[in-house]
């Protein structure tokens, strides 16, 4: 009985937009597992600004992923044959799985994280809140640039996976926060559900005056995931002595334009900046257990969008440059219910 | 008897290097002195990159000069005339004269250091190492970014007041030292005379492979001054976690253009930049206590480079861009040999 896997292999380099025809759809069959192998099966994907990233041929933290390679990609699987003592068939995997339906994995393999067969969390919840994206805002909302109680801090795309978390654990910290969104539904969001001081539209033409509004006493703290105009429009609030946790840049992810940044407000306000990736931080653990005590108590809401289809992988990753999810967007692969 | 004083005025606002036509030379007698004021001769005036940026009508982080308004400039002057207990005639006073001959000074002014007629250290010294120029490398090296011994640092603008004084302090301190100059004679000064570990001529075509040669092991720390394409290389050697403190970013200083600035760079390789200014420090002694002591035992060379003329002074801080000076670029004024 041969196992047919799917896999979205990059054949072009996108230019702008990820296209469907970026990617090659092969199908392989799944080779019998070798001694301290297992074979999982993929249910989750998860779907991050920074894929976009690897597939650009640029220098970047990781080597980006090579023409006719299966796309890199975070995801949630489940084992589905073993032939190792360390993982049992229906225990859960988190992950690089890639653009896939199965993995065959390594016993020694790095960078995996096994759980139970019932974790206790939604799958969503787990590649999000629990995942890579809530570990990132809780670092850098905890070691990269923390806040002080009444401090005010801004966070972009604050509707988003890593930016709503970020926001609401300034709000445990005790900071006024304001949250920069796209829309009004997005904005109301903020305030209404996860509890944020304020929102801001940076598609209305006042932005800035909005802004501004939002943030009588300046900015203390960044939470920055975007760049571009509307970073330079945080950053022309920041008080004297700010700091700015940089997360991402995603305004820039699909061009390769040169970005009109300024590192002159830097030396003007003697503003520190540091930038972060959550796979500094091997030991996820503290981050893990904060984040799921608050969601216990009811300090931390979370929110997943949940596509589906392996096949669909390259055109919803895109919707995390349109602005039509919010919070985590997952890609659901296994088809079932 | 009246004394004239000649002030040059800002008439209109340069674009790109400064015009003597950009002021007005203005002559006024002195008024009389009240009870607390003294009259102070300026001997010497700092010429400072960031005199330029005080030209321009942007936000800042002191207000724009003023059309009409004495362009503002440090300088060290002698007292006169006193009629304060403060301040004896022969005394020295440092601080914020401005681009003319005298100054009416209150004894409540702040912002203003006496010094005794006779400091024991040359006066165009007192203005550069031991002045602002000094004072700045020194909290850039000692409380944002120091190194460890056996890191990288890399200065850029390193022949200049602030450059020369940081890369030696990075000396003082352990770390390998590469210094970026413009031409083969400030190069080899840096190498041969300062004790740079190397020197990196960024006129010259081969400036990134230079560059890469001298930082084999990538570059931990960068004392920034110029910014623009020569930040850039820099930044492209730092290594993961590396540090930049952010002094200056002369390379746009006569130009309104739109920087090709990329804070992606920083996420990548997970950098920290921080801005800073000397005026921040207000407490200035523990620093120009180390640097004097350092130049008394001969582990920190400065040099000057001094020209003439009050009037000249618009011309003459065009020399900080042209890179035809060495050193702390200082402009005497009193006519005196």
């Given at each position: 009985m041969s196992i047919v896997n799917r896999q979205l292999r990059l054949k072009t380099r996108p230019e702008g937009l990820v296209q469907r025809d970026n990617f090659d759809l092969a199908e392989q069959s799944v080779p019998e597992l070798k001694d301290g192998e297992v074979l999982v099966r993929v249910l989750y994907l998860s779907m991050d600004p920074t894929n976009r990233v690897w597939m650009r041929d640029?220098?970047?933290?990781?080597?980006?992923?090579?023409?006719?390679?299966?796309?890199?990609?975070?995801?949630?699987?489940?084992?589905?044959?073993?032939?190792?003592?360390?993982?049992?068939?229906?225990?859960?995997?988190?992950?690089?799985?890639?653009?896939?339906?199965?993995?065959?994995?390594?016993?020694?393999?790095?960078?995996?994280?096994?759980?139970?067969?019932?974790?206790?969390?939604?799958?969503?919840?787990?590649?999000?809140?629990?995942?890579?994206?809530?570990?990132?805002?809780?670092?850098?909302?905890?070691?990269?640039?923390?806040?002080?109680?009444?401090?005010?801090?801004?966070?972009?795309?604050?509707?988003?996976?890593?930016?709503?978390?970020?926001?609401?654990?300034?709000?445990?910290q005790g900071a006024r926060v304001v949250g920069i969104a796209g829309g009004a539904d997005k904005c109301r969001y903020l305030v209404d559900e996860l509890g944020f001081d304020a929102a801001v539209d940076y598609k209305a033409d006042d932005f800035k005056q909005q802004l501004k509004a939002a943030t009588p006493d300046g900015v203390h703290v960044n939470f920055e995931n975007v760049g571009g105009d509307v970073m330079k429009a945080v950053l022309s609030r920041m008080v004297i002595g700010g700091r700015v946790a940089l997360c991402g840049l995603i305004s820039g992810y699909n061009s390769g334009d040169k970005p009109g940044d300024d590192y002159g407000v830097f030396v003007m306000k003697r503003l520190r900046m540091q930038g972060f990736l959550v796979l500094d931080y091997t030991k996820t653990k503290e981050a893990v257990h904060a984040i799921s005590g608050w969601i216990r108590e009811g300090k931390l809401k979370t929110e997943e969008t949940v596509a589906e289809g392996l096949e669909n992988a390259p055109v919803v990753l895109n919707r995390l440059f349109d602005g039509s999810h919010r919070g985590k967007l997952v890609l659901r692969v296994d088809g079932k219910g």
């Open positions: 640029i220098p970047q933290y990781l080597p980006p992923v090579a023409i006719g390679e299966v796309m890199r990609a975070l995801g949630l699987g489940r084992v589905v044959q073993s032939r190792s003592a360390h993982y049992a068939v229906g225990d859960l995997v988190q992950g690089i799985t890639g653009w896939q339906d199965y993995l065959v994995l390594h016993e020694s393999a790095k960078g995996y994280v096994r759980l139970p067969a019932d974790p206790g969390i939604p799958l969503p919840t787990l590649l999000g809140a629990c995942g890579m994206s809530g570990v990132t805002a809780y670092y850098g909302m905890t070691d990269i640039a923390p806040t002080q109680p009444g401090e005010t801090l801004v966070v972009s795309a604050a509707a988003g996976s890593v930016g709503s978390i970020a926001g609401q654990i300034g709000k445990i």
